[in-house]
């Protein structure tokens, strides 16, 4: 299977935009880019995913590079609620593509 | 619309004993996951269960656990003569379909510790 890396921390400040990276040179042409998130105490939740292009949602943005070997989770005015550990995950077309592999993810933290 | 729910939050049981672990779907879910995360570490998938159907159990211990999802009321796995090494965080999660395109709804998982 594909494997993504990412920063174990990173930091930001509320209400400025955050770029949160992963490398996944592996990454096969069927594999989708999903992120989830799990703020402390809780399970974690989906937040956005791409296979190509960019992707818009409430939560946040996805900006996938032109060769798919790495992508980035944008979040635009990051608050105080923001602050949990964000997974980048591969996840294959077909076969057995429920399997969601959470790796140890980027811990954010959002200074007031 | 609830949530995936589970329940109890925090289960605290004594080695040996047995833990049972509890997980409603959303509404109209009909396929069940179940993930372990120990301390300091990722969630790992354990099983994957639709109505009254394992369908992959790869990630289960071969001993002492199992898990069910019968026609009526909710998914259950089950811990049989729990060690200290159980003692994590189980997390339930619920999707109308396993497609690469669905998203997995997780409950607030139940923590356990054994004593």
């Known amino acids: 299977d594909a494997k993504t890396t990412q920063p174990n921390s990173m930091e930001s400040n509320e209400e400025e935009p955050v770029h949160l990276p992963c490398n996944h040179s592996t990454i096969s042409g069927t594999d989708y880019i999903h992120w989830y998130r799990q703020l402390p105490s809780q399970g974690p939740e989906y937040v956005i995913h791409?296979?190509?292009s960019n992707v818009n949602n409430r939560m946040a943005s996805l900006a996938i590079a032109e060769d798919r070997k790495s992508s980035t989770l944008i979040l635009h005015r990051a608050t105080l609620r923001d602050a949990a550990v964000y997974y980048c995950i591969l996840r294959r077309s077909g076969g057995s593509n429920y399997k969601l592999t959470f790796g140890k993810g980027t811990l954010l933290t959002v200074n007031p | 619309n609830a949530g995936v729910m589970q329940n109890p939050r925090h289960l605290v049981r004594r080695r040996g004993q047995e833990a049972r672990l509890r997980c409603s779907p959303m509404k109209g879910h009909s396929h069940v996951y179940w993930y372990r995360q120990l301390p300091e570490e990722g969630l790992k998938f354990m099983v994957y269960?639709?109505?009254?159907?394992?369908?992959?159990e790869s990630g289960m211990p071969k001993e002492r656990f199992s898990a069910e999802f019968p026609k009526e009321g909710p998914s259950i796995l089950r811990i049989q003569q729990v060690v200290r090494g159980d003692s994590a965080a189980y997390f339930c999660?619920?999707?109308?379909?396993?497609?690469?395109?669905?998203?997995?709804?997780f409950g607030p998982g139940t923590r356990l510790t054994v004593t």
């Open positions: 269960l639709q109505k009254e159907n394992i369908i992959d």
């Open positions: 999660a619920s999707s109308p379909s396993p497609g690469e395109s669905y998203e997995q709804y």
């Open positions: 791409g296979l190509t």
